[in-house]
């Protein structure tokens, strides 16, 4: 063996022990408790007047949500589901009437949500998280 290939093999075996490294480390998806915490505080859209809004908080043992689409408004309590690798959030008057009214998507600071009826999209909008000011 020539002192040439001695550097070779290293180099090769020390490629394959960080190729083998990164393919044990796949990404691990969020809980939903994990999207329950990024979920928590105001998220936002204002196109052409129409305001969007989407207000998420905990208070004592309840998940609570107001939310105002142009001029639908309300407030509920919620939970959020998964169900065929799909996340919903469930609202209702209190945690027994919950039930799914929204897919959702998180992706940093926007939070997409999507109205959908046996399967078929009925609309869809995306929120950016409103920042807190200091």
């Not at 020539?2 to 290293?10: K, L, Q, R």
């Not at 020390?14 to 083998?20: C, D, G, I, N, S």
């Not at 129409?50 to 998940?63: A, L, P």
Request: hydrophobic residues 35%.
């Amino acid at each position: 063996m020539s002192t040439h290939s001695v550097p070779m093999i290293v180099a090769v075996l020390l490629a394959a022990f960080l190729y083998t490294g990164v393919q044990g480390q796949e990404k691990k998806s969020p809980t939903l408790d994990d999207d329950l915490k990024a979920l928590q505080g105001t998220w936002r859209r204002v196109e052409n007047e129409v305001k969007s809004e989407f207000i998420v908080q905990k208070i004592e043992d309840e998940n609570h949500c107001e939310y105002q689409f142009g001029n639908i408004f309300g407030k509920a309590v919620f939970k959020l589901q998964e169900k065929d690798k799909k996340r919903h959030i469930a609202i209702g008057f209190d945690k027994s009437s919950v039930a799914p009214a929204w897919q959702y998507r998180l992706d940093g600071d926007k939070l997409t949500l999507t109205a959908v009826d046996d399967k078929e999209k009925l609309a869809e909008i995306t929120l950016t998280r409103v920042k807190e000011k200091k």
